[in-house]
């Protein structure tokens, strides 16, 4: 089975085919570079994204503080992962590469601002 | 009258980029405007990842990218930076007239770079019939909305073009929770980057609507719904083929026109198709002196190229200082 996709990994966009055996990569072409080749069986055996968003701040110059996963999480994970970004609320100044949830839904991955917001 | 030896217009990813390099090349007394609280540009509502794969070698989101740029113009004493700041008119003098809260200023600069970026086509360029009810944005306010402001400006959204920033607006309504009905394509390849259909529209199965145009928008106060017909590939309609969307939000994403009225105004030649100055040379513009660097030059599709060709307007307007001295 041949699989096609188009590589997110840089603005190129390399469109991608795998050729699987019983579920097996045993090919993968049309990537110019290693980030497709890691991307395409990522896709395979387990898609993962970055989620990016904004929480509410309180009492802060900015209403809305930009986030994201600082590691990719599972796809299928998104919509959990915004759910418990929407109850987030930020009260002290941050900075961008800050903490704002510890290893959230347990993915290893921490959500973190990414812009400085000071009081 | 102030008196400037550089004045860059424009605190975005360009006019960092180029006071940045103007003071590396020897520059100093150098003066940044933005009209904005804060500098970053757009980029502080690109709030996704994919910005800075080129310049740093690492994937950042906009604001990441910026606050790399705004900590190295803060260390940077020569650079002042003037804030809640618009430029009202420029002449050919390179005077500038300057507004800010409680003041209103001429400045005259020896050299001017101008990075002003651009500005979103709106619904009277796409020729859109209909109503004029509320719930119809430009994707890049709508950006603006859910990103800075936090609000949600719809719940059954289509998007109407597919630009990047459409594809990426799409995305971000569907994680908050909005319903994206369509994006509606006259074209028969998307707009945007292979990468922005892949991450933004096939991920999360967003119907997508290629050789289609928008024809009516339906609604008295709020938008009700749209009409769209297909198209053949000369964008002729193809009769028998209308249908309708019932939604409450039209998000408009049809490209960018690069923003150059000041400079117009000044007398600097413009090509009125592009509405960027003709030139034969990167950055340059008929007035000798005034810059354009960023997307108020041409649009570019990424920051990293922005930046790449505003270090190198920085450096011009360091030679051009430097020969007249």
Do not use: W
């Not at chain 1, 055996?45 to 599972?74: C, E, F, H, Q, Y």
């Not at chain 2, 609280?37 to 794969?53: D, S």
């Not at chain 2, 002042?80 to 507004?99: P, Q, R």
């Not at chain 2, 083929?241 to 939604?247: D, K, L, N, R, S």
């Amino acid at each position: 089975m041949i699989k096609k996709m188009t590589c997110i990994e840089c603005p190129k966009g390399c469109l991608i085919k795998i050729t699987l055996e019983n579920l097996q990569i045993v090919k993968i072409d049309g990537n110019i570079c290693i980030k497709g080749k890691t991307y395409a069986g990522s896709e395979i055996n387990n898609p993962l994204r970055i989620v990016t968003s904004s929480v509410l701040a309180l009492g802060l110059p900015l209403k809305m503080i930009p986030v994201r996963t600082d590691k990719p999480v599972s796809k299928d994970k998104i919509f959990e992962v915004m759910s418990l970004i929407k109850k987030v609320r930020v009260t002290k100044p941050v900075y961008a590469g800050d903490i704002i949830v510890t290893n959230i839904l347990q993915s290893g991955a921490n959500l973190i601002a990414t812009r400085d917001v000071p009081a | 009258m102030i008196e400037k030896k550089l004045v860059i217009v424009g605190g975005g990813p360009a006019g960092m980029a180029a006071a940045i390099s103007a003071y590396e090349h020897g520059v100093s007394d150098i003066l940044l405007i933005d009209r904005e609280p804060y500098l970053g540009g757009i980029l502080n509502q690109c709030i996704h990842t994919g910005f800075g794969l080129k310049y740093f070698k690492e994937t950042l989101t906009g604001p990441e990218y910026a606050g790399r740029f705004i900590k190295k113009i803060k260390d940077i004493s020569q650079i002042e930076v003037s804030l809640n700041t618009f430029v009202a008119s420029l002449n050919k003098n390179k005077t500038l007239t300057v507004l800010k809260p409680g003041l209103l200023v001429e400045i005259k600069p020896e050299a001017l770079i101008m990075a002003t970026g651009c500005r979103e086509k709106t619904r009277e360029m796409m020729h859109i019939a209909g109503t004029r009810p509320a719930g119809i944005f430009s994707a890049g306010l709508a950006q603006k909305l859910i990103n800075i402001e936090g609000l949600i400006p719809g719940r059954e959204v289509v998007i109407i073009g597919s630009g990047d920033i459409g594809l990426i607006m799409a995305r971000r309504f569907t994680l908050e929770g909005a319903k994206v009905k369509a994006v509606i394509e006259i074209r028969q390849k998307s707009r945007g980057l292979a990468r922005n259909i892949a991450q933004c529209i096939e991920d999360f199965n967003i119907p997508i609507f290629f050789n289609h145009k928008i024809l009516r928008i339906f609604g008295r106060d709020r938008v009700e719904k749209i009409s769209v017909c297909k198209v053949d590939n000369n964008l002729n309609i193809i009769p028998d083929t209308t249908f309708e969307i019932a939604c409450d939000t039209a998000v408009l994403s049809a490209g960018l026109i690069p923003e150059n009225e000041l400079i117009e105004m000044a007398g600097v030649e413009i090509d009125k198709k592009t509405n960027t100055p003709v030139t034969n040379e990167l950055n340059k513009t008929s007035i000798l002196g005034i810059f354009v660097c960023g997307n108020s030059f041409k649009i570019y599709d990424i920051v990293d190229s922005v930046t790449e060709d505003s270090f190198i307007a920085g450096q011009q307007a360091a030679e051009y200082l430097g020969r007249l001295r």
